[in-house]
């Protein structure tokens, strides 16, 4: 493994960030993985009953309305309706499909499933970083990370999907470690039919799919955590790395990618297809075009928020549309090809640049990357003390300072627009902020290693 080349800081024990008392004391009480997650679902059905308390009680909602168009929209697909004829609804039919409980069973049904759906990333985080040998007090931290993390355990028990997707995410790179191709095509075809943007991942997991770790009948060789890294392997992959993607690029149609596209091809248009014949163009506008040409001109964190506002009545040019989409399709580009076979990184860096640069920017996305966030943490040489606690001021800091004008927009009913995007693009260079640093500190760690070669192995043995 080699160190990121984007900065020439000396290499630290992978969590420096970490006293040595804490992981200690962790490793006394012998708790597992099996005692955090009865914790953090016990906390989680307590906030879901809070939250029918407060709902009933309160002027402030704790439900998301978001959860009250699923609700809406499974309650009319129950009837034998189209979910679509709940207005706002933009999604799969399967979400409405699996919350028909919520008029069955109980309205919480929905809550219940995606808080279930939030603990099950947390087995897949700890499932994966065992599968990179990382040591167990290491991954329990890392689980720690997300299971216990205030804007994700929030987003499952207030009634918001994307704990589902977040599962999904992770049980396809999980599948990719262990080598079952077909089963992660399967996942990834369903999961960018049930949430568009998980496309941005197509690039990266072709790149992945290379016949030097992928061949038919041998099972990819994972590259394994180690709290020292080798200088002379660290200086050997460094040439190696780009022969690698060169080689990627030129055996695009190897047997596994040609698989992995057909299968999640067949998959997304069967869904798409199935979905097409029974509600029509309204499905296919509502849950999927929407999503590619949505102009939201309502307030909210992307840079781009204040100009739609301002020419939301006239029709956007062709330019201008490719120009808001030039900076994200380029940051994407670069970060896929330098980070590609470390692949959870890739992903991290992808996702969290996707959704600083997109046109619509909510705090529910956040979840996206947050998921993704602990399989990066063993690999990180930052310091908690002075790093790390800087990028989380700085991230949460530009954050509350966007909140503030927010807040007297909306319930003040101020004139505060320009102030609002100045507060944007500051997040924005927030989120650039802490990109550069995690990848400053960040352990280049590909997850394959190469397979021998028959030839070169038969060769070796009659020497």
């Given at each position: 493994m080699k160190k990121s080349h984007f900065c020439d800081a000396e290499p630290a024990p992978a969590f420096s960030n970490l006293p040595s008392v804490s992981l200690s004391q962790l490793a006394m009480i012998s708790i597992n993985i099996r005692s955090l997650l009865w914790l953090s679902?016990?906390?989680?059905?307590?906030?879901?009953v809070y939250g029918e308390w407060q709902d009933s009680h309160m002027e402030v909602r704790y439900t998301d309305v978001d959860y009250l168009v699923f609700s809406d929209a499974a309650s009319l697909m129950a009837s034998g309706d189209s979910p679509y004829k709940r207005t706002t609804y933009r999604y799969s039919?399967?979400?409405a499909f699996f919350l028909i409980p919520n008029s069955i069973i109980h309205r919480s049904w929905g809550k219940f499933l995606f808080s279930a759906s939030d603990l099950l990333v947390g087995v897949f985080i700890h499932s994966i970083l065992k599968l990179r040998k990382v040591p167990e007090d290491l991954c329990m931290y890392s689980a720690v990370v997300w299971l216990f993390n205030p804007f994700t355990f929030t987003i499952g028990t207030r009634g918001n999907c994307?704990?589902?997707?977040?599962?999904?995410?992770?049980?396809?790179?999980?599948?990719?470690?262990?080598?079952?191709?077909?089963?992660?095509?399967?996942?990834?075809?369903?999961?960018?039919?049930?949430?568009?943007?998980?496309?941005?991942?197509?690039?990266?997991?072709?790149?992945?799919?290379?016949?030097?770790?992928?061949?038919?009948?041998l099972k990819p060789r994972l590259q394994n955590w180690s709290s020292r890294q080798d200088k002379t392997l660290r200086s050997s992959n460094k040439v190696t790395d780009?022969?690698?993607?060169?080689k990627a690029l030129k055996t695009v149609f190897s047997k596994e990618r040609v698989m992995f596209g057909l299968v999640s091809g067949a998959v997304f248009l069967s869904c798409t297809g199935l979905f097409f014949y029974l509600y029509g163009w309204e499905f296919l506008?509502?849950?999927?075009?929407?999503?590619?040409?949505?102009?939201?001109?309502?307030?909210?964190?992307?840079?781009?928020?204040?100009?739609?506002?301002?020419?939301?009545?006239?029709?956007?040019?062709?330019?201008?549309?490719?120009?808001?989409?030039?900076?994200?399709f380029i940051v994407q580009l670069v970060l896929i090809f330098r980070f590609a076979q470390d692949l959870p990184f890739c992903l991290f860096m992808q996702t969290v640049a996707f959704v600083a640069f997109n046109k619509v920017v909510t705090a529910q996305y956040f979840v996206w990357f947050f998921c993704l966030l602990p399989l990066i943490l063993p690999w990180s040489n930052m310091k908690l003390k002075w790093e790390g606690l800087s990028c989380i001021l700085v991230w949460i800091g530009a954050q509350l300072h966007w909140l503030m004008w927010g807040y007297l927009l909306e319930f003040k009913g101020k004139n505060v627009f320009l102030q609002l995007w100045l507060a944007g693009l500051l997040f924005l260079a927030a989120n650039t902020f802490v990109l550069?640093?995690?990848?400053?500190r960040h352990t280049y760690s590909p997850v394959f290693q190469r397979l021998e070669h028959p030839t070169l192995k038969n060769a070796e043995k009659n020497n």
């Open positions: 679902a016990i906390f989680r059905a307590i906030l879901i039919p399967l979400l994307e704990p589902i997707v977040c599962a999904m995410i992770l049980w396809i790179i999980i599948c990719l470690l262990k080598g079952n191709v077909l089963q992660a095509a399967f996942w990834y075809g369903l999961v960018v039919h049930f949430r568009i943007y998980p496309i941005i991942y197509v690039l990266p997991i072709i790149l992945i799919l290379d016949p030097l770790f992928f061949r038919s009948g780009q022969y690698d993607l060169w506008h509502e849950a999927l075009l929407y999503h590619l040409t949505r102009t939201d001109p309502r307030h909210n964190f992307s840079i781009y928020f204040y100009h739609i506002y301002l020419h939301y009545e006239h029709e956007f040019l062709m330019v201008e549309k490719l120009i808001s989409f030039l900076p994200q550069i640093m995690i990848t400053c």
